[in-house]
């Protein structure tokens, strides 16, 4: 199987190094393209073997997926610099939430998924979520989860829930990471402890954490009940999150699907004037 990427920023060579990382693909069944040809040299001597492509069209007629990692805006002209290079049989996974399956299904004439990675495939973990047209076959399901399987847990949402299910599973690392940096700030200031070790500490009560939730059988709610004995500092501290978060994660979820909205509609304008 040949794999293609088309965008080789951060998402994009987050796939490639996952997948070479895990042994789901060597770096000569690979055949990447982008703007600044310097990021794809780049790929090319972290993975020696990797097939540097001159053009869009020809990272398309090499590869048998090929994974779209562009911007939003940057879609229409790439539809128009490949159209005449998909073939039926081809897949092409389009990592960005607002571009929607329909856009993408009127434009080309081959197969098209959607798919959400995240940053924690770098370390074969995380959630990716995927979504597929109406030209997708059962088998072709099993071929891309097959590779995604490799590097994440992949799980299937309906398109219209991409947003949400992105704000945790793509986003959320970013959240977090905010979250436990104020904290181990706050606590570099007020106790002395050294950054490097608040840090080690934060990550692997994270990792832990993760781990309770996902094979130990805990929910978020179990989990404040065995800690927070009531009276305790826990809870006592509990109560001051509550307090001070109320309605924090409202316009959390407000501002992301704002973002989302807009871009959709801006998408909706530029696409879908493109057809086959």
């Not at 832990?208 to 130990?216: C, D, M, P, R, S």
Request: charged fraction near 20%; charge should be negative.
């Amino acid at each position: 199987m040949k794999v293609g990427f088309i965008g080789t920023g951060s998402m994009g060579s987050v796939l490639i190094d996952a997948f070479m990382t895990s042994g789901a693909l060597m770096p000569n069944q690979v055949f990447a393209s982008n703007r600044t040809a310097e990021k794809v040299a780049l790929l090319a001597q972290r993975h020696p073997g990797l097939n540097v492509c001159s053009s869009n069209a020809e990272t398309v007629k090499n590869s048998d997926i090929v994974f779209i990692c562009v911007k939003p805006l940057q879609y229409k002209a790439l539809v128009e610099e490949i159209k005449d290079e998909v073939k039926q049989d081809q897949m092409l996974v389009s990592i960005t939430s607002p571009v929607q399956i329909r856009h993408l299904e009127q434009a080309l004439a081959c197969k098209i998924a959607k798919v959400i990675p995240s940053i924690t495939h770098l370390t074969l973990s995380g959630a990716s979520l995927c979504m597929y047209g109406t030209r997708i076959a059962p088998e072709d399901r099993l071929v891309l989860e097959k590779l995604l399987g490799a590097i994440s847990e992949p799980l299937e949402i309906p398109e219209s829930h991409v947003r949400i299910s992105s704000d945790f599973s793509s986003c959320g690392p970013a959240f977090i990471s905010f979250f436990l940096d104020q904290w181990v700030e706050a606590a570099v200031e007020m106790t002395g402890i050294g950054r490097e070790q608040a840090t080690s500490l934060a990550g692997e009560m994270l990792l832990g954490t993760g781990k309770l939730l996902t094979e130990g059988g805990f929910h978020p709610l179990d989990l404040q009940e065995r800690v927070a004995v009531p009276g305790g500092i826990t809870a006592e501290a509990l109560a001051l999150l509550r307090q001070s978060l109320n309605g924090v994660f409202h316009q959390l979820i407000a501002t992301t699907h704002a973002k989302y909205e807009e871009e959709l509609k801006k998408c909706d304008g530029l696409i879908s004037d493109t057809k086959t």
